[in-house]
C-alpha cells in the first residue's frame, strides 16, 4: 500500500491464517528488470558506497538474538542506515517539515536492533493431525516457544485437534518458523537481497517524494496519513469470514479501535494485529485493545514489521522464504513470459513480496504501475548499497495471481523445506 490515501479493501493485506495455519508517485526513473543492475546511483545523494563484505562465519546461520542483532549490524551500520534514511519520522530533516510535532527518533537503529533481540527469542512450531487426506489447518495448533527460558504457550489450537474422532491419528510437525532467521538463510546474495528487499517495502509503504527523493524519503510517516485522528473504526475492522456482521473468531474487533495501518510494514487489520500480538507479547489482546501502541514506540512497530515479513500469510509463503527461496507450494501462481525465461528471470524474488505485501491492489502489474515503480527502483537502490545481484529475480507483479483460499476445505498449500 502507499501510505497516501489508498481506500484498502477487505483482503488487501491478504487475511493471514496464522493461527488456522502458520502453514501471508509519479515522476520515478522507472527502469525493466533487466535493466535494474544497471541503473546509476543518484546524484547528490549521500549513501554508502561501498558494500559490506561478506558475513563472517560465525554469524552465518545462528538465530539467537545476539547473533541475529550482530548479523544486522554487520550489514547495515547505525551510521550508513542513518545516512540511507535522513528523513526518517522524527529525524533532524523530518523536523523541518514538521514544525512543531514532538521530535521522536520513532525509526532509529537503536529500536530496529532491539525489535530484532525481541522477535529473535521466538519460535513457533505447528504440528498438525496427520489425515489420510493430507493435513488440515482445522487439525493444528501452534506454540510458541521463548529460547531464553524454554517455555512453551500453545497460542492456537484448531477447533478439530482434539475431537474425539482424530484424537487418535499422529501428529507431525508441519511448520517451524524460527524469528531469528532473519538474513540468516539462503547464500550470501540471498542475505543481502532480503535486506534490500526488506527495506524497500518499507520505504514504499512509509516514504514520500519523487524521483530521486524518494530513494532517499523512506520511514517518513510511521501512520496511515488519512486515518490520523480519524473517527473511522469501521474500514479495517474484519469479521466472520462467511458472516461479517459477526465478530472475528480467533481476532475480534475491539469497538472504538482503528486497526489501520502503522508502522515500517504498515501493519493493518485487527487478525493481524491480534495474530502479532500474540507472538511478541503472548496474547491476543494487547494490540487489539490497543493498537495505537504500534505507533507510541519504534520498537513495536518494528516488531510489527519483522512478524510480517517472517510470517506466512493466507497459505502464501512469508517474504523471508520468497526471498531466501525457502519455500514450496504456496497460492501465488505465476508462469515466466517467454521474455522472462529469455532473459533467465526464473526466481519470483522481489516480485512476490509485493503480492504478499498488498497483492490485491499491487498483483498483475508493470512498472508502468507507479507503485511498482517505486519500489523496483527502491530495490534496485538497495541492492546496490548492499552489493546484491538480481539477475535471474523477477521484479514486477505482471502475470501474478494471488489465488482465493478454498473456504471450504480450508485445506493447506504450502509447507516450509527442510523441517
Known sequence: MNIISQKKVMGMRLLVVFFAGL????????????????????????????????????????????IATERLKHYLSKDDFDALF?????????????????????????????????MANFEVITETRRHEEGYFD?????????????????????????????????????????????????????????????????????????????????LFYNEEIAYV???????????????PELPHPDFPAVKGKSYHGRGPMQLSWNYNYGAASTVIFGNKDTLLNKPEMVTEDGIWGWATAIWFWMT??????SCHQIMTRTYSNGKITWNPSPTELLANRTNPGFGMTIMVINGGLEGNKTIS?????????LYGHFTKVFGATTTKEKLDTQGMVAEKKDEGTDKKVWYEKNL
Open 312 to 317: 506466512p500469510h493466507d497459505g502464501k509463503p
Open 229 to 243: 485522528g480519524s473517527s473511522n473504526t469501521t474500514d479495517y475492522s474484519a469479521g466472520k469470514w462467511d458472516d
Open 23 to 66: 502453514l501471508a508517485i509519479q515522476g520515478c526513473k522507472q527502469v525493466t528488470g533487466s535493466e535494474l543492475d544497471e541503473t546509476e546511483d543518484t546524484p547528490g545523494t549521500s549513501i554508502p558506497n561501498t558494500p559490506p563484505p561478506d558475513l563472517p562465519s560465525n554469524l552465518q546461520t545462528g538465530t539467537t538474538p545476539e
Open 86 to 118: 535522513p528523513k526518517r519520522y522524527g529525524s533532524d530533516e523530518w523536523a523541518k517539515q514538521n514544525p512543531g510535532k514532538q521530535k521522536v527518533d520513532y525509526f532509529s537503529h537503536a529500536n530496529l536492533l532491539r525489535a530484532i533481540e525481541i
Open 138 to 218: 482445522y487439525n493444528s495448533r501452534q506454540t510458541l516457544i521463548r529460547k531464553d527460558t524454554g517455555g512453551k504457550t500453545i497460542i492456537y489450537t484448531g477447533p478439530s485437534f482434539n475431537d474425539q474422532y482424530i484424537n487418535n491419528l499422529p501428529i507431525d510437525i508441519t511448520a517451524r518458523l524460527d524469528f531469528g532467521s532473519f538474513l540468516a538463510q539462503g547464500d550470501e546474495n540471498d542475505k543481502r537481497r532480503e535486506l534490500a528487499a526488506f527495506l524497500a517495502n518499507i520505504s514504499q509503504e512509509t516514504g514520500r517524494g519523487e524521483g530521486a527523493d524518494r530513494l532517499l524519503g523512506g
Open 369 to 377: 504501475d507507479s507503485r511498482i515503480a517505486n519500489r523496483v527502483n
